[in-house]
Antibody
Framework: EVQLVESGGGLVKPGGSLRLSCAAS????????MTWVRQAPGKGLEWVGR??????????DYAAPVKGRFSISRDDSKTTLYLQMNSLKTEDTAVYYCTTDAVHLNDYWGQGTLVTVSS | DIQMTQSPSSLSASVGDRVTITCRASQGIRNDLGWYQQKPGKAPKRLIYAASSLQSGVPSRFSGSGSGTEFTLTISSLQPEDFATYYC?????????FGRGTKVEIK
């Protein structure tokens, strides 16, 4: 059974940092391009960023609102994806989902983890 | 960035109705488009990939069409479990961009 389980969300003050994790199982994680998508309360879906598989270069891309503040990494030995979020702003408040990238035939999503940025 | 204009933003329909949702891209994206369904409190789920290919396990009442700039998701006969919000996503050009969503409600 495929599972993506996010963790690390919570309440953080503006300007603070948080690291989200996404533990993957049930598929060949090392071959997968992985993406973070977020959803602010009551709003639509927003693409955050992506990391390619190491065999495809392991490069990252980010949406403009998070570029320079967020960083995506992966540990294939632990089949885990990470999202390091720095200099957090109130507008970063959202549920964060990890998912396989849209280029893949398979479509896997985690259950999401809530990040609340508030003083 | 490519803008995805999705319409309508909401619609009311009855069980058994045929429903059509449209996404228009601000520039050509070939067929690099997916359709997603999201129910309240749940993660999205992809229904259609490559504009017209049905994701494994998705009922055949869902279909997608289009290429270039105009895309359509059709539900041939709306079922009670289909009441949800639907999004399109283009991944032809970075950054990938979602449409703003279509909420399908019970009439």
């Amino acid at each position: 059974e495929v599972q993506l389980v996010e963790s690390g969300g919570g309440l953080v003050k503006p300007g603070g940092s948080l690291r989200l994790s996404c533990a993957a199982s049930g598929f060949t994680f090392s071959n997968a391009w992985m993406t973070w998508v977020r959803q602010a309360p009551g709003k639509g879906l927003e693409w955050v960023g992506r990391i390619k598989s190491k065999i495809d270069g392991g490069t990252t891309d980010y949406a403009a609102p998070v570029k320079g503040r967020f960083s995506i990494s992966r540990d294939d030995s632990k089949t885990t994806l990470y999202l390091q979020m720095n200099s957090l702003k109130t507008e970063d408040t959202a549920v964060y989902y990890c998912t396989t990238d849209a280029v893949h035939l398979n479509d896997y999503w985690g259950q999401g983890t809530l990040v609340t940025v508030s003083s | 960035d490519i803008q995805m204009t999705q319409s309508p933003s909401s619609l009311s329909a009855s069980v058994g109705d045929r429903v059509t949702i449209t996404c228009r891209a601000s520039q050509g994206i070939r067929n690099d488009l997916g359709w997603y369904q999201q129910k309240p409190g749940k993660a999205p789920k992809r229904l259609i990939y490559a504009a017209s290919s049905l994701q494994s396990g998705v009922p055949s009442r869902f279909s997608g069409s289009g290429s270039g700039t105009e895309f359509t998701l059709t539900i041939s006969s709306l079922q009670p479990e289909d009441f949800a919000t639907y999004y399109c996503l283009q991944h032809n050009s970075y950054p990938p961009t979602f449409g703003r969503g279509t909420k399908v409600e019970i009439k």
